[in-house]
């Protein structure tokens, strides 16, 4: 009977120290909402870069950043882009850049590169960023060149 108790015992110690360690895995896989990781839906402002000046609508976007330092993404202004960011000096700044195929009418034309600088809200859940963009033809050559401003909001 001492002997059976003592199993009974063991078992249940076992059952609650499995169930402490599903918990703690379970917290460790929640969502940092701290830094810039995670998908993010965008509006992107373009703008004349010697004015600051709104030209043209402005356009949805997603941006996805991944843990590493690489990103993804797509808007209504170009195909998927794909790139890398960073955390820069400061108080919840990061950077990015991203390449891109650009088509008219459905031909290749050539590529557009994107640069930001990012800040997040003391939240963590929203930005606002500033950056400027380079297109390019089909040698190389800069073509369009432009800035812009967006912010962000953290898809949940």
Known sequence: MQKRSKYI????????SAGALILVF??????????????WQT????RVCTTGNPVGPTFPGI????????????STAVTSVYGVWDR??????YSFATISLKYDA?????????????TLD?????????GTFQDYDLAGNPTISGCSTSTGTRFE
């Not at 015992?9 to 609650?16: D, F, S």
């Not at 050539?110 to 930001?116: A, H, V």
């Not at 003391?122 to 500033?130: I, P, Q, R």
């Open 122 to 130: 003391a939240s963590g859940n929203s930005f606002t960023s500033t």
């Open 26 to 39: 379970g917290q460790s896989r929640q969502r940092n909402a701290s830094g810039i990781e995670g998908v």
């Open 43 to 46: 509006v992107v402002t373009p």
């Open 63 to 74: 941006l996805m950043f991944s843990q590493g330092g690489t990103m993804t993404g797509t």
């Open 106 to 118: 459905g031909i290749l034309v050539g590529s557009r590169r994107i640069t930001q600088i990012v």
């Open 88 to 93: 820069e000096p400061g108080s919840r700044q």
């Open 9 to 16: 015992a063991l078992i249940g110690a076992l059952i609650l």
